[in-house]
């Protein structure tokens, strides 16, 4: 079992800056790829998107979306992940959750290895530990 707890959440304008932690706990094998995705709330029928994504040895995979606004990085020595997250936008107002597992089994080919694949923040069994969230608001 893994726990992934987030913090970091909270209320800012439009165009600030937040920063969330995670730090995962427990069977660290499970938590090759760390993962951070959100949903809005209140808005049943869209699925809960990925945003970043990183492996252990810090390679990071990101969703077009947010590309060139956030940045996720790891220290291992302080068992943290980091998504820091500037030029806030209304629309990157949800609740944010950390994952924590594997590359996504629909990435790993047939056959081969997952070490070599990244940690695309997919909706995927890979991410197989969940937090509870945490809120980020952004007003205009």
């Known amino acids: 079992q893994v726990q992934t707890p987030e913090s970091g959440g909270g209320s800012v304008q439009s165009g600030g800056s937040l920063r969330l932690s995670c730090s995962p706990s427990g069977d660290t094998r499970s938590s090759y790829c760390i993962g951070w995705f959100r949903q809005t709330p209140g808005n049943a029928g869209k699925k809960r998107e990925g945003?970043?994504?990183?492996?252990?040895?810090?390679?990071?995979a990101y969703t077009d979306s947010v590309k060139g606004r956030f940045t996720i990085s790891r220290d291992n020595a302080k068992n943290t992940v980091y998504l820091q997250m500037s030029n806030l936008k209304r629309e990157d107002t949800a609740v944010y959750y950390c994952?924590?597992?594997?590359?996504?089994?629909?990435?790993?080919?047939?056959?081969?290895?997952?070490?070599?694949?990244?940690?695309?923040?997919?909706?995927?069994?890979?991410?197989?530990?969940w937090g509870q969230g945490t809120q980020v608001t952004v007003s205009s």
């Open positions: 994952a924590a597992g594997l590359p996504p089994w629909a990435d790993v080919p047939s056959g081969g290895s997952w070490s070599a694949v990244p940690c695309r923040p997919a909706i995927d069994p890979g991410y197989k530990y």
């Open positions: 945003v970043a994504g990183i492996d252990r040895d810090g390679k990071t």
